[in-house]
């Protein structure tokens, strides 16, 4: 019974949205392009690795023409209190083989600020 169970198991997982993805990343692999969470990976570790700092989050991702595009925050300044870190958006673009072809800072603020509002009521 357990085998049947374990069965059905994979042909729901296969059926599932979840399985969709795994089944897309694993064609875009064999295709020799690099799936979105390889590319996101990769990007990581490549801004780390010329910039000196940390990624810490991922704040936009989109695939476009040329490869990809990525906002990615990085901690440039630590500070005590820690919400008074120096934090920095980084614009990263990669080529369609998940190569880093560009990055440059786009923003930088302290960890505990929210973006500045319009003026002007927008």
């Known amino acids: 019974m357990a085998n049947t169970k374990n069965t059905s198991d994979s042909q729901n997982s296969r059926n599932s949205p979840k399985g969709e993805e795994k089944d897309t990343e694993r064609n875009t692999a064999d295709s020799g392009r690099p799936g979105p ?3 996101l990976r990769h990007a ?23 490869g990809w595009s990525l906002e990615i925050e990085v901690l440039e300044l630590a500070r005590v209190p820690d919400t008074m870190s120096l934090m ?4 990263v673009d990669l080529d369609q083989d998940g190569r880093l072809t560009g990055y440059r800072r786009v923003r930088r603020y302290e960890r505990g600020r929210s973006d500045a509002q319009r003026q002007g009521g927008r």
């Not at 990581?44 to 989109?62: C, D, H, N, W, Y």
């Not at 920095?88 to 614009?91: D, G, T, V």
């Open 37 to 39: 969470m390889e590319v």
């Open 88 to 91: 920095a958006s980084y614009q």
């Open 44 to 66: 990581r570790a490549q801004l780390a690795e010329l910039t000196g700092m940390s990624a810490e989050t991922v704040s936009s991702f989109e695939q476009t023409e040329e």
